[in-house]
């Protein structure tokens, strides 16, 4: 059955859709069966993985609308054992035409269901704020993980996610936990990074993952060649990194079974 996590932070800037992407694929380069679904309407992992988006025949607009299944919409991508459910702009009228609508929040949590069982990892990029696509997400998830730079707004950010977070564990889904909190644009150079990086770690203690995501050029390359970075550049320091968070992420999960 596979686990559902949500990537969220209300920040934008703190490398979401990077993580999304790349800890996706580099699961996926391990052997792993992973389902990454794009619910920004920016569309940024969908064109991050090279599928156009501008010229898509269905995008998770469709589910939300109840025109399309959840298997009609999920796409192959360069990775054989990555696939992902596409977004667009017109995700954003999916909120418009889903105000009167019942339990709308538990949309994309019911069509996931019945394909859970294929995967081993589900990952949903949410949108940097908080609305009707990310509460879907939050609710669908088993966990939420949060990408954050090391720097004092991030602290600043996390707490407003995090009470984002209990809301939805108080109302809406009870059993969705902390997946860890991944530092990101990490700089070891400067003090500020590293102050962030203790006051988290004694904050979130194990939480927090031991793998860091160093400032990385190759990272901020990789989408406009519609690639993971492990197809971009494997060698690269950012490569590197999130071959070694999906590392912890198996290990974790033994680990904990």
Do not use: W
């Not at 988006?53 to 990555?82: A, F, V, W």
């Amino acid at each position: 059955m596979g686990k559902i996590t949500a990537v969220a932070n209300q920040k934008g800037g703190v490398g979401k859709t990077t993580t999304a992407i790349n800890i996706a694929a580099s699961l996926a380069d391990a052997g792993k069966r992973v389902l990454l679904i794009d619910t920004d309407p920016q569309g940024n992992s969908t064109s991050g993985l090279g599928i156009d988006k501008d010229t898509l025949k269905g995008s998770l607009y469709e589910l939300y609308i109840g025109t399309r299944s959840i298997e009609d919409l999920i796409l192959e991508t360069s990775l054989p054992n990555l696939k992902i459910i596409p977004s667009n702009i017109d995700l954003i009228g999916a909120e418009l035409e889903l105000t009167d609508k019942e339990n709308r929040e538990t949309i994309l949590k019911q069509a996931l269901q019945p394909i859970r069982p294929q995967y081993d990892y589900i990952f949903i990029d949410c949108p940097p704020s908080l609305s009707l696509l990310t509460l879907n997400a939050l609710v669908a998830a088993d966990t939420l993980l949060v990408p954050m730079q090391c720097e004092y707004y991030s602290l600043e950010g996390i707490s407003m996610l995090l009470r984002t977070y209990n809301l939805i564990k108080d109302s809406f889904n009870p059993s969705i936990e902390i997946e860890g909190i991944l530092l990101t644009m990490f700089d070891g150079r400067t003090t500020l990074a590293n102050q962030v990086t203790d006051e988290l770690r004694r904050h979130f203690g194990d939480k927090v993952y031991k793998t860091v995501i160093p400032r990385n050029i190759t990272l901020a390359e990789a989408p406009s060649h519609g690639k993971p970075v492990i197809l971009y550049d494997v060698r690269s320091k950012g490569a590197q990194s999130y071959i070694e968070l999906a590392k912890e992420i198996i290990g974790n999960e033994a680990g904990a079974g």
